[in-house]
C-alpha cells in the first residue's frame, strides 16, 4: 500500500535537483528483469541495496489507490519516494519501474526474522487493487494469473526460498493490511509461488486472548518469530501480540482474522512450522532469539 510508509519524511527532492536530473538522465530506461513484462516506466526512487547482494523475499502488496495509472504516477513520483519494482494490473498486465539489482522502496518501516530493511533483501510488486477503504474488490483470475508467472520468473533469478514470499502486513502487521484476506496464496503456491498449509478447521475453543500472559503466551510469539514475524517474546499478549496474529490469519487462516489465538490459528501455525522446517536446513535461516 503506498499512502504510508511509516518513515519520517527525508529533505524534498527539490534541495537535491542535480542529483534528480541524474536518475531522470541515467535510469531513464533499462531492460526488463523479465520478458513477461510488457513495458518500463522507471522510477527515479531507488538505491543500492544494504547488506544483500540480491533479494531473497518477495513482499506483495496491493495499490490502496483509486486506480492503477494513479498508483503509477505516485510510484514514479520523486516527492512521495516510494516504488516498488513492479505492477500489476487488473487485466495482467505488468509494469517494471525499478531494475531487480536495485533497492526499491516499497516496505517502510517493516521486519522479518529480525532484518528490518526489508527494502534491500526484497522485490517488491504492487498489485492494482483499490483496498480495504474502497470496498476491497476480488483480484481478477488474470491480474492473478500475471503475478504468480512474475513471481516464478523472479524466483529463476534469485535465491527466494518459499517462506519468504509474504505479505506486506506480515512485515508491517502494526501498520498494513495489504494484499489482503482475499489473496489468493493457496492458489500461488500450487504453482510453487509461497508456502501454505490448509488452514485448521475454525472451532468454539479459545486458548489465548489479549491480557493473557505466561508460557503459553511465550510459546505462540516464539512461534510466530521463528516464522520471522516481528514479535518480540515479552510473555504477555499484548497489542504487538494481536497485531502479528491478525496477519499470520489474513496470509494463512483467512476465514477469521480477529488476532484472538484460537487452536485453528495456533495448530496451523504449527504444521506451517513444520513444512518450513522441511524446505531447508535450519542452518540456511537467520537465527532468531
Ligand atoms: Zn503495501
Redesign the pocket.
Known amino acids: 500500500?503506498l499512502l504510508n510508509d511509516g518513515v519520517t519524511p527525508r529533505p524534498s527532492a527539490r534541495r537535491f535537483p542535480l542529483r534528480f536530473l541524474f536518475y531522470v538522465c541515467v535510469m531513464s530506461d533499462f531492460p526488463p528483469d523479465s520478458s513477461v513484462v510488457e513495458r518500463v516506466v522507471p522510477s527515479p526512487n531507488h538505491s543500492e541495496r544494504q547488506g544483500f547482494a540480491r533479494a531473497d523475499m518477495i513482499v506483495l502488496?496491493y495499490t490502496g489507490m483509486a486506480s492503477g495509472d494513479a498508483a503509477l504516477q505516485r510510484l514514479c513520483d520523486p516527492e512521495a519516494k516510494v516504488s516498488s519494482h513492479y505492477l500489476v494490473y487488473e487485466n495482467g498486465s505488468i509494469v517494471q519501474l525499478v531494475p531487480e539489482a536495485r533497492r526499491a522502496q516499497?516496505a517502510g518501516v517493516s521486519s522479518w526474522e529480525g532484518v528490518t530493511d526489508i527494502n534491500s533483501r526484497s522485490i517488491g510488486i504492487e498489485i492494482v487493487n483499490p483496498g480495504h477503504d474502497f470496498n476491497y474488490p476480488e483480484f481478477p483470475r488474470r491480474q492473478i494469473a500475471a503475478v504468480t508467472t512474475l513471481c516464478r520468473s523472479i524466483l529463476t533469478r534469485n535465491p527466494i526460498r518459499r517462506d519468504r514470499v509474504v505479505a506486506?502486513s506480515d512485515v508491517a502487521p502494526s501498520r498494513?493490511q495489504?494484499p489482503g484476506e482475499k489473496f489468493p496464496w493457496r492458489l500461488l503456491s500450487e504453482s510453487g509461488v509461497g508456502l501454505w498449509v490448509e488452514p485448521e478447521p475454525i472451532s468454539d475453543w479459545l486458548s489465548l486472548i489479549p491480557g493473557d500472559t505466561g508460557d503459553t503466551v511465550a510459546e505462540l510469539q516464539t512461534a510466530l518469530a521463528s516464522y520471522g514475524y516481528g514479535v518480540p517474546v515479552t510473555r504477555e499478549y499484548d497489542d504487538v501480540t494481536k497485531d502479528v496474529v491478525k496477519a499470520f490469519q489474513r496470509h494463512f487462516r483467512p476465514a477469521q482474522i480477529d488476532g484472538m489465538a484460537d487452536s485453528s490459528t495456533r495448530e496451523t501455525l504449527r504444521r506451517l512450522l513444520e513444512a518450513r522446517d522441511k524446505l531447508s536446513p535450519p542452518a540456511d535461516r537467520p537465527t532468531t532469539s
Open positions: 500500500m502488496h516499497h506486506h498494513k495489504d
